[in-house]
């Protein structure tokens, strides 16, 4: 089983900063990929980033130019640092990821969410 945990959530301004971190844990071989979403009350889950475990990086097109996806391999945490933040960015972020088990079976994981509020 994988465990993913989220960090970093918080309230903040219009056109401040976070960052989030996604910690996994667990007996996998690999996970690949991960990937961020988000879901505001009322709407559908939307994706935000994703990333390999080689770098290449994808973006919803409400984040691209604002949000950076990063992850460290090593220590098997995905990161997603938000700048230029929006009132419209404020939702419950979750940490996704696809993980081949070390039995050789590949499943979904998600962490349990974490809340992000844009507010002036």
């Known amino acids: 089983q994988v465990h993913l945990v989220e960090s970093g959530g918080g309230s903040v301004q219009p056109g401040g900063s976070l960052r989030l971190s996604c910690a996994a844990t667990g007996n996998f071989v690999s996970l690949n990929p991960m990937i961020w979403y988000r879901q505001a009350p009322g709407s559908q889950r939307e994706q935000v980033a994703g990333?390999?475990?080689?770098?290449?990086?994808n973006y919803g097109d409400s984040v691209k130019g604002r949000f950076t996806v990063s992850r460290d391999n090593a220590r098997n945490t995905m990161y997603l640092q938000m700048d230029s933040m929006k009132p419209e960015d404020t939702a419950v972020y979750y940490c996704?990821?696809?993980?081949?088990?070390?039995?050789?079976?590949?499943?979904?994981?998600w962490g349990q969410g974490i809340q992000v509020t844009v507010s002036s």
């Open positions: 996704m990821a696809f993980a081949v088990l070390e039995s050789g079976s590949v499943a979904e994981f």
């Open positions: 990333i390999m475990s080689g770098g290449s990086t």
